[in-house]
T-cell receptor
Framework: AQSVTQLGSHVSVSEGALVLLRCNYS??????LFWYVQYPNQGLQLLLK??????LVKGINGFEAEFKKSETSFHLTKPSAHMSDAAEYFC????????????FGSGTRLLVRP | ETGVTQSPTHLIKTRGQQVTLRCSSQ?????VSWYQQALGQGPQFIFQ???????GRGNFPPRFSGLQFPNYSSELNVNALELDDSALYLC???????????FGQGTRLTVV
């Protein structure tokens, strides 16, 4: 069965600093991996996804993530945090049954200090 | 703006009541999935409908049921509401089962 662990329920960075949000997954088959962002009182927006191919994935708003099979990780990074990046971030793995349902981690709240 | 709309945005129900939540999928999308997001947690998969048939179900009791209509809009019904059903309910539509899911803004359900 697939599962996702996000380390750190809250991460605080200064504006302009590196953002690193950690995600580890468990999957018995090659996974599809996702990062979503959720702003207050809104739904989820896809930041980026890994399915096959290049392990470094670039997404929207300057975010990127690297799939590391040996470490079962898919950490999200951004070189320079902006105030508008403050939100909740969810890592997810796609279930490999017929529904390809998303299995989410518990989320990491990113706080950006001025 | 994902083109997926949910109604209502908020509602309050009493324990034991029944509730229906609605979702209008993005045009051309034949797959809809519903998720429950409790406060401070990640979304959990409730079920998925593909071309009006249930195509997968999460670990939710039978009092959670759904429908998908020929125009691919969808409903989530919850009977015999419990306090723990208080959550944000998210609908996501996709072009097909294995393509990108687009989420609506959610319906915040409070059970008192």
């Amino acid at each position: 069965a697939q599962s996702v662990t996000q380390l750190g329920s809250h991460v605080s960075v200064s504006e302009g600093a590196l953002v690193l949000l950690r995600c580890n997954y468990s999957s018995s088959v090659p996974p599809y991996l996702f990062w979503y962002v959720q702003y207050p009182n809104q739904g989820l927006q896809l930041l980026l996804k890994y399915t096959t191919g290049a392990t470094l994935v670039k997404g929207i708003n300057g975010f990127e993530a690297e799939f590391k099979k040996s470490e079962t990780s898919f950490h999200l990074t951004k070189p320079s945090a902006h105030m508008s990046d403050a939100a909740e971030y969810f890592c997810a793995v796609s279930g490999m049954d017929s529904s390809y349902k998303l299995i989410f981690g518990s989320g990491t709240r990113l706080l950006v200090r001025p | 703006e994902t083109g997926v709309t949910q109604s209502p945005t908020h509602l309050i129900k009493t324990r034991g009541q029944q509730v229906t939540l609605r979702c209008s999928s993005q045009s051309g999308h034949n797959t809809v999935s519903w998720y429950q997001q409790a406060l401070g947690q990640g979304p959990q998969f409730i079920f998925q409908y593909y071309r009006e048939e249930e195509n997968g179900r999460g670990n939710f009791p039978p009092r959670f049921s759904g429908l998908q209509f020929p125009n691919y809009s969808s409903e989530l019904n919850v009977n015999a509401l419990e306090l723990d059903d208080s959550a944000l309910y998210l609908c996501a539509s996709s072009l097909d089962v294995n393509t990108e899911a687009f989420f609506g803004q959610g319906t915040r359900l409070t059970v008192v």
